[in-house]
């Protein structure tokens, strides 16, 4: 049954944890179901190297994103089974978008996991190791933000990527202007402002030779119009036309998340319960600091899943 004020909400990049899902594949066989297709397109058993496997390991681009995505359309097909609502809208935050347009029927998952490989592996050599930097600003208005950035550039790059939710934003770019900014940020009175640990500056115009490179395997790819209507994060809105969303997942690359405009628009069009759908609880904790009306539920154990499956 559909419910138009609930939406679905997917994780992105820093959800990623050694041992996760693993209550939720002992009682739901599809699960290991979902991992065996995964491992099967990347040519590695991807739910041994999660449960078994190293931090350090994971944490790699491409690998974190097909795992990211995995265990979202695990969950997802959990919720089916168990015959939870429909949601009336969905929204992913950066690699989580695919998530999002899987458990749309606006890709099919094998050709998704395909494609966030290539994605993570294009992001990750499309800047030099050590060459470009992210920083997390926290307690700063998004214009003193931008304006900074400008100031800090350089010649270089350093831009606003993420609008996590209100006071939170995720700058990058190159290594050094990141650190300038950095620096300008705590002079302007950011309450937090830290270097994170990430190798690429993810969502710059950096990221530009990556989208290219992968925007001929989006292009050869099929997709459909989503089942769900699906936030992007380039604009904050949704789409129907499958050619459009392939340019939208293109552009997505190299240009700002924007968190926040996604789930005031989700919020605009009668949302008021969210379900984050796969790992963790950062971008439920994100939509409820942006709206504090929201009723937020999780999904990545057992607990946290009969909870959000008795509530609605």
């Not at 292009?219 to 340019?247: G, L, Q």
């Not at 996604?262 to 919020?267: A, F, L, R, S, Y």
Request: proline share 4%; net charge negative.
């Amino acid at each position: 049954m559909k419910k138009e004020n609930l939406g679905f909400i997917f994780p992105g990049q820093g959800s990623q944890k050694i041992g996760m899902l693993s209550d939720l594949a002992a009682r739901y066989p599809v699960v290991g179901r979902t991992f065996e297709e995964a491992s099967d397109v990347l040519g590695y058993d991807l739910w041994d190297l999660v449960q078994n496997g190293e931090q350090e390991a994971i944490n790699l681009t491409e690998r974190t994103q097909p795992l990211l995505l995995t265990a979202s359309v695990a969950v997802w097909r959990i919720w089916e089974e168990r015959q939870g609502s429909e949601p009336g809208l969905m929204a992913g935050h950066s690699l989580g978008e695919w998530s999002a347009l899987v458990c749309a029927n606006a890709v099919a998952f094998q050709d998704a996991v395909k494609l966030v490989r290539m994605r993570g592996a294009f992001m990750q050599d499309a800047v030099a190791p050590g060459e470009g930097a992210m920083g997390a600003i926290m307690g700063v208005d998004d214009d003193v933000i931008r304006s900074v950035c400008e100031q800090s550039a350089q010649g270089g790059v350093v831009s606003a990527v993420n609008y996590n939710s209100p006071g939170q934003v995720v700058i990058a770019g190159d290594a050094a202007a990141v650190a300038r900014a950095v620096d300008g940020l705590k002079a302007a009175g950011a309450k937090r402002a830290v270097p994170l640990p990430v190798s690429a500056p993810f969502h710059t115009s950096l990221m530009r030779p990556a989208a290219d490179r992968l925007a001929e395997h989006i292009m050869d790819t099929a997709f459909s119009a989503p089942s769900v209507p699906v936030v992007h994060n380039v604009h904050a809105r949704t789409e129907s036309d499958p050619e459009v969303i392939k340019t939208l997942m293109i552009e997505q690359i190299y240009s700002p998340v924007l968190w926040v405009d996604c789930i005031k628009t989700m919020v605009d069009q009668g949302i008021d319960t969210m379900v984050e759908c796969g790992a963790g609880k950062v971008v439920g904790g994100l939509a409820k600091r942006i709206d504090k009306g929201l009723n937020v539920y999780a999904t990545e154990d057992c607990d946290s899943l009969d909870q959000s499956l008795t509530s609605l």
